[in-house]
Structure formats: structure tokens, C-alpha cells
């Protein structure tokens, strides 16, 4: 089944300041994650981001704030942004058939996400060089599950050129200078 972008939504999860330097391998994960936003926005895709509880974990880290500038940044106490009411309701509206995943942690709030966007009928993309956690074995399991749970699995490579379907646009032209 091919990802298509008029049917895609992105959502990066709870990329915050106070967790965030925790992560493993962060600073290429903010790189990665910068150059998926840039490409969503390039293709036109509408991208949507949670922050947990930001009174305990802060915001959005900066580097990606500045590029998700016009959009509505979703507080949610919950793991699963499936069980925030301004995120399901949002998502609702917006009704894809992808949504294209990055964020932390893999293995709690992209974990659990993922499985509850399955059960609403949705087709997650896990974008696995634009998500992470503390411990690489946390991730690579939480990885196994949402693939063994029916996720798709990719890159921010692949799942940009595979939403811009062909070259020689202007949007191509923009894609292919970001992932250079």
C-alpha cells in the first residue's frame, strides 16, 4: 500500500526541552526530524504536535518550534495523544489514512499511539530515524511491537520521496536539496 500525501497527516510527539537531551542520539534525531518537518511542509502535508505536560518537561525544543510555526502545539496528560480529546477531535477533522510519526519516546507515547491509531481505524508511519528514547533497546523493541501491530516502518528519506511521487518539480527540487 503506497502512502499517499493527499491522504497523510504528520504528528511529532512531545519533542520536549527537559527530556529531550536524555534522549539517545538526540542532536541527530533533531537533524533528521528538522528535515521531515521541512519536507512535509514542502509537500503541503499538515503536521499536528503534542507536548506532555510542559509544566514537568517544557516545550517543544527550539530548533523544531521555529520550523512548526502556525500550528497548534496540543498539551495532553495522557501517554497515547489518542486519549487527549483535542488531539483525537483534530485528527477527526483533518481525516487521513497516514499518519507519519516522529517524536519521543518510542516506547511509551509513540508506543502507545501508534497501537490506539491502529485500533481507530488509521494507518500509522513510524519515521524510524525521527523518533527516540532514552535507552536504543527501549526503541528497537518498541520498533518490533509497532511493526508485529501493524505499523508502517520507514525513513524520513523513503517517506518523503515516496509522498512526492515524482521528479523534476519544484518540490522535488526543494526534497532533494533537504536530504543532500
Do not use: W
Not at 537531551?21 to 541527530?28: E, T, V
Not at 511493526?147 to 512526492?164: K, P, Q
Amino acid at each position: 500500500m503506497r502512502i499517499l500525501a493527499n491522504q497523510s497527516i504528520g504528528l511529532i510527539i512531545d519533542m520536549q526541552e527537559r527530556l529531550y537531551p536524555l534522549i539517545d542520539n538526540h542532536n541527530k534525531l533533531t537533524k533528521n526530524t528538522s528535515i521531515l518537518i521541512e519536507g512535509l511542509k514542502a509537500l503541503g502535508i499538515k503536521t499536528m504536535v503534542t507536548e506532555q505536560y510542559t509544566k514537568g518537561l517544557g516545550f517543544t525544543i527550539a530548533p523544531l518550534k521555529d520550523l512548526l510555526q502556525n500550528i497548534r502545539f496540543i498539551e495532553k496528560q495522557a501517554f497515547s495523544c489518542c486519549d487527549e480529546p483535542a488531539f483525537s477531535e483534530e485528527l477527526a477533522l483533518a481525516a487521513p489514512q497516514y499518519v507519519i510519526i516522529a517524536g519521543i519516546e518510542t516506547h511509551v507515547c509513540v508506543l502507545q499511539t501508534t497501537v490506539d491509531l491502529i485500533n481507530c481505524g488509521y494507518r500509522p508511519v513510524i519515521v524510524e530515524d525521527c523518533v527516540g528514547s532514552r535507552n536504543p533497546n527501549d526503541k528497537a523493541i518498541a520498533i518490533e511491537r509497532m511493526r508485529s501491530e501493524g505499523a508502517i516502518i520507514t525513513t524520513y528519506e523513503s517517506v518523503l520521496f515516496e509522498l512526492l511521487r515524482y521528479s523534476g518539480t519544484e518540490v522535488f527540487k526543494k526534497i532533494s536539496k533537504l536530504v543532500k
